[in-house]
């Protein structure tokens, strides 16, 4: 399933949250906070819409939505979450893992549906998988978990590789256990990862510079929101460079229009 897809079918699991309040007085109002730029996230945005609008809820009509993109800037996700639950909104939509975390301090009423791709229970967003408690549900698309299997797939393309390097941004909630989980693999198999911390476009024109003159025999990326909005860059930058590189996803462009 492809991340639209996930999207839509989070529109209308807000929906559900909706369902319940539209009969009071106003509208009822969505939340929608997300990492990235507003720019990014136009075909999910649209793919959030139709999820709203197959659940009967079309936006402006029956059901207004309050954007907030943080364009990369993860410390502005606090105040974003807090503006959410002061205005008192129906229930969150929180598009990524930094989003979802902001949330989940902000308020512990509003519902919040989220899609992130850590362990979710173990980042404390919910209580477990099938019983989540709280007010946070949604889904993760497991992309930091997988980080060993995206190793292990570097190492059967290049069976010599010894020298590989992991460009991780310390900033996001993926870091940490992504890194643990890639070292731990690395070690097992008797070579060693060595990363490059970037959380800015300015950090990721300065990691290739590196990376052009140590000439690494691979590259892994790491999960990263802010590292997805970017992927054109890594891809132009990788091959620039020919250094193999090893991606979560690619986002998929912007349409036209």
């Known amino acids: 399933m492809k991340r639209r897809e996930f999207i839509i079918l989070l529109g209308g699991t807000v929906a559900w949250s909706l369902a319940a309040r539209a009969q009071q007085s106003r509208?009822?109002?969505?939340?929608?906070?997300?990492?990235?730029?507003?720019?990014?996230?136009?075909?999910?945005?649209?793919?959030?819409?139709?999820?709203?609008?197959?659940?009967?809820?079309?936006?402006?009509?029956?059901?207004?939505?309050?954007?907030?993109?943080?364009?990369?800037?993860?410390?502005?996700?606090?105040?974003?979450?807090?503006e959410l639950a002061r205005r008192h909104v129906d229930v969150i939509f929180a598009g990524s893992p930094p989003a979802a975390l902001a949330a989940k301090v902000a308020t512990t009423t509003i519902p919040?549906?989220?899609?992130?791709?850590?362990?979710?229970?173990?980042?404390?967003?919910?209580?477990?998988?099938?019983?989540p408690g709280g007010n946070a549900t949604?889904?993760?698309?497991?992309?930091?978990?997988l980080a060993q299997k995206r190793l292990e797939i570097l190492r059967e393309l290049l069976p010599k590789a010894g020298n590989i390097v992991m460009i991780v941004n310390p900033n996001t909630p993926d870091a940490v256990p992504e890194i643990r989980?890639?070292?731990?693999?690395?070690?097992?198999?008797?070579?060693?990862?060595t990363t490059l911390n970037a959380t800015t476009v300015a950090d990721l024109d300065e990691a290739f510079k590196v990376l052009a003159g140590n000439r690494p025999d691979a590259l892994l990326i790491g999960s990263d929101p802010f590292f997805v909005s970017r992927s054109e860059q890594f891809a132009k930058s990788a091959s620039q460079a020919k250094i193999p590189t090893i991606f979560p996803f690619v986002n998929q462009p912007t349409p036209a229009g």
């Open 112 to 131: 919040i549906v989220f899609v992130v791709g850590l362990d979710p229970v173990a980042a404390g967003l919910v209580g477990s998988f099938n019983r």
């Open 181 to 193: 989980e890639v070292q731990a693999a690395a070690q097992a198999n008797g070579f060693q990862i």
């Open 27 to 82: 509208p009822p109002v969505v939340g929608w906070l997300h990492s990235a730029s507003a720019v990014f996230t136009v075909p999910l945005v649209a793919a959030f819409r139709k999820g709203l609008s197959e659940a009967g809820f079309g936006e402006r009509q029956n059901v207004l939505i309050e954007y907030r993109h943080a364009n990369g800037q993860y410390d502005r996700l606090s105040g974003m979450a807090g």
């Open 138 to 145: 949604g889904i993760t698309l497991i992309t930091g978990p």
